[in-house]
């Protein structure tokens, strides 16, 4: 079985690459023009989003470094302890609505310290894929088409990740405790 799943994700990506170039060839669609259209497109939305990557980026560096997070576990052990969830998966679900690769590096760290069989492995691992980076999502798509007032998106997006969370907890005790 691991075989064939190691060989379909071996071929996948070029596999879809190909059945699109083929499928757009097919329908008479001048594949290469496309697609350099479509990179010239994706330049102009970099530049657009630029300014809003950087201040975002700024925000979550000085959230870390000024210990504010630590202060916040510091504020919530009690509530931690009492339902029985481990703190050190806490910056892991603060940080991944706030950043992708910043929650990534948690992960990886509580997976490299404890293993990927651990129970905090799993956790880390099913907490990472439940949730999403809301904040990173709200200020790339939102600031490419210059939309400003993005609450309701803002509010919906952090209380479905909140749910990921909780849903991570109670799946990985259920499942593996």
Known sequence: MYQWVSLISLWAIPVIISFILIY????????????????KG??????????????MMVAITMFRQSGALD?????????LTLLHVPEEIVPLALLRPLTGTG?????TDLIAQYGPDSMLGRLASTMQGSTD??????????????IRNGSYALKVGLWSDL????????????VFA
């Open 133 to 146: 980076t809301t904040l990173y999502v709200l200020t790339v798509y939102f600031g490419a088409v210059g």
């Open 163 to 174: 749910a990921g969370v909780v849903a991570s907890l109670i799946i990985v005790y259920l």
């Open 71 to 79: 202060m916040m576990l510091q504020l919530f052990r009690p509530l």
């Open 24 to 39: 757009g060839w097919s329908k008479r669609v001048p594949v290469y023009e496309t697609f350099v259209d479509g990179a």
């Open 103 to 107: 929650s990534l590096a948690i992960a």
């Open 42 to 55: 994706g330049f102009g939305t970099t530049i657009r989003i630029l300014p809003h990557l950087i201040a």
